[in-house]
C-alpha cells in the first residue's frame, strides 16, 4: 500500500493550519484593520492592503485582505475574489495575485477558507468541497457590499485545488460574471481517484475502511486525530518530482508561511471523506455563457485536470498552457503567470 500512502500523503496538501485569530465582525458592514505581518511577497506602492473579516453561509467568520488601487475617486471598480493554492494561505499565493490584479485597478479580496488560516471553523485543518465553494459565495457577498464596487462585475481566479472550487461556484452562483483558473486541480477526483485515476475499487475500498475505522478512534478520543505532516521537514533525494517542487515553495523563503499546512502542518486524518464521493465539476457545463480562462504549466503534473475540465466545459472558454511551466511556478513567479492575459480577460468580460 506504499503507493496509495503517497498518494493520499500527497493529495492532502492543503490548507492554512494552527489557530484562527478572531476578529470582529458584521455580516452586512465589514470592520477593517490594517494587517502588519508576514508575506511572502511585497505590497505594491500603488496598492493598499486592509485585513477585513465577512461570514459565510454556515456562520463561519472568513479572514481575508482586501486590496484596492490607490489614487481611485468615486467610481465603481470591477472586482475579484481569490483564493488557494490548497493548503495555503493569504499572505502566500492568493494574496501575491490579489496585490497584481490591484495594481491594474481592480477591487480584490483573497481570502483563507474555512477551517484553516486566520478564518474561523472548528476543528482546526479540515476541508470541505461544499463550505470551500461557499466561501468563494460568501466572499462575493462581501464584495457586492462595497461601496467602491459595482457588483454586477465580479469575478473570481482559483489557484490549485481552489480552481475547481472556483469553477464549482461560478457554475452554481449567477453574480459570478467570469472565473479563471491556475494550476488548477480538483480536489474531489484526486481524493477519490488518485492522481492520473489510478486508484482501483478494491484500494478506493480499503480507504474508505481505514477511514471508518480513524472516526471510531476520533470518537473515543474526543477529537479528530491529525494526518502526517503534509510535507518533510527535509528531503531525502527519493521524492517524486513534483513533491520536490512544492517542498521547494512551502518549505524554503521562498513560499514559507508559519500558518500554511503544507508550510507547517497537517490536515486531519479524515479529511478526505466528504471529498470521496462528491464530484464538484458536474456541472461545469453551467458555467456559460459567462467565460472561462483555464491556465496550466506546460510540465506540471497537474496539467491533465485543466485539459480534461477545458473539454467537458462549454463555450466561451479558453485554455493556456505556460511553456516550460510546472505546477508551483504559476504560484508566484510573475514573470510566468500571465497577468497581463488575466486582466485584459476580466476587462474584457467584466461589463
Known amino acids: 500500500m506504499k503507493k496509495i500512502a503517497l498518494i493520499m500523503a500527497v493529495i492532502t496538501l492543503s490548507a492554512g493550519q494552527l489557530s484562527a485569530q478572531n476578529k470582529k465582525s458584521n455580516s452586512k458592514k465589514m470592520e477593517t484593520t490594517e494587517q502588519k505581518e508576514h508575506y511572502t511577497f511585497k505590497l505594491n506602492d500603488k496598492v493598499t492592503r486592509t485585513a477585513v473579516t465577512f461570514k459565510n453561509r454556515y456562520g463561519i467568520t472568513l479572514s481575508g485582505d482586501l486590496y484596492l488601487p490607490k489614487n481611485v475617486d468615486n467610481e465603481k471598480l470591477s472586482a ?57 459565495s460568501a466572499a462575493i457577498d462581501f464584495l457586492g457590499l462595497q461601496k467602491n464596487v459595482d457588483r454586477n462585475k465580479i469575478g473570481i481566479i482559483g489557484i490549485c485545488g481552489f480552481g475547481g472550487f472556483a469553477l464549482n461556484a461560478t457554475a452554481i452562483d449567477k453574480r459570478i460574471k467570469a472565473v479563471a483558473t491556475t494550476s488548477l486541480y480538483d480536489m474531489t477526483r484526486v481524493m477519490s481517484k488518485g492522481y492520473n485515476d489510478s486508484v482501483t475499487p478494491e484500494q478506493r475500498t480499503k480507504t474508505l475502511e481505514d477511514l471508518g475505522q480513524q472516526r471510531w478512534k476520533d470518537a473515543e478520543a474526543g477529537e479528530p486525530a491529525k494526518g502526517p505532516r503534509n510535507l518533510p ?9 513534483f513533491v520536490k517542487e512544492y517542498f521547494d515553495y512551502y518549505r524554503t523563503p521562498r513560499g514559507f508561511h508559519e500558518r ?14 466528504s471529498f470521496m464521493n462528491m464530484p464538484i465539476l458536474s456541472y461545469v457545463k453551467e458555467i456559460s455563457p459567462r467565460p472561462m480562462l483555464i491556465i496550466a504549466g506546460e510540465n506540471a503534473h497537474s496539467r491533465y485536470f485543466s485539459e480534461d475540465i477545458f473539454k467537458v466545459a462549454s463555450e466561451p472558454k479558453e485554455l493556456m498552457i505556460i511553456p516550460n511551466g510546472v505546477h508551483v511556478d504559476l504560484y508566484d513567479k510573475s514573470d510566468m503567470i500571465p497577468f497581463e492575459k488575466l486582466d485584459d480577460f476580466f476587462k474584457a468580460n467584466l461589463k
Do not use: C
Open 260 to 273: 500554511s499546512l503544507n508550510s507547517n502542518g497537517a490536515w486531519l486524518v479524515t479529511n478526505p471523506i
Open 80 to 136: 475579484l475574489a481569490i483564493s488557494g493554492p490548497f493548503g495555503a494561505v493569504k499572505e502566500q499565493s492568493s494574496g501575491l495575485y490579489a496585490n497584481q490584479m490591484a495594481q491594474r485597478g481592480f477591487a480584490v479580496i483573497a481570502f483563507d477558507p474555512s477551517y484553516t488560516g486566520e478564518s474561523g471553523g472548528e476543528p482546526r485543518n479540515l476541508a470541505s468541497p461544499e463550505i470551500n465553494t461557499e466561501d468563494f
Open 233 to 241: 521537514e527535509k528531503l531525502t533525494g527519493s521524492e517524486p518530482q
